[in-house]
């Protein structure tokens, strides 16, 4: 079992910039690949950056490529996601996500994450 609890969320003027973080309880947190998603209201919940185990990998959403940053501390079994440039259309409940790495199927595959946060309120003000 593995909780995430989600922070770093806010109001920011766009153009601005937030780190959002994501510590995971219990001892495996290495052997997850961990993702961020988010959902705006209306709409659903969409993929947005992703990371290996071991920080080798990451993947972006192309809305965000460019501009959001996806890493992780293993020692501090955390994620981060730093968001820069940020858009009025950024606006959304950020949710920390975790699977096991071993899992093959496509990262940005909602229903592949077994373990969720509790969601983080970004609002970018124009």
């Known amino acids: 079992q593995v909780q995430l609890v989600e922070s770093g969320g806010g109001l920011v003027q766009a153009g601005g910039s937030l780190r959002l973080s994501c510590t995971a309880s219990?001892?495996?947190?290495?052997?997850?690949?961990m993702a961020w998603f988010r959902q705006a209201p209306g709409k659903e919940r969409e993929f947005v950056a992703a990371?290996?185990?071991?920080?080798?990998?990451?993947y972006y959403a192309d809305s965000v490529k460019g501009r959001f940053t996806i890493s992780r501390d293993n020692a501090k079994n955390t994620v981060y996601l730093q968001m820069n440039s940020l858009k009025p259309e950024d606006t959304a409940v950020y949710y920390c996500?975790?699977?096991?790495?071993?899992?093959?199927?496509?990262?940005?595959?909602?229903?592949?994450?077994?373990?969720w946060g509790q969601g983080t309120q970004v609002t970018v003000s124009s």
């Open positions: 996500a975790a699977r096991s790495e071993g899992d093959g199927r496509s990262v940005y595959l909602i229903a592949t994450y077994s373990y």
């Open positions: 219990g001892r495996t947190f290495s052997s997850y690949r």
């Open positions: 990371i290996s185990w071991n920080s080798g990998i990451t």
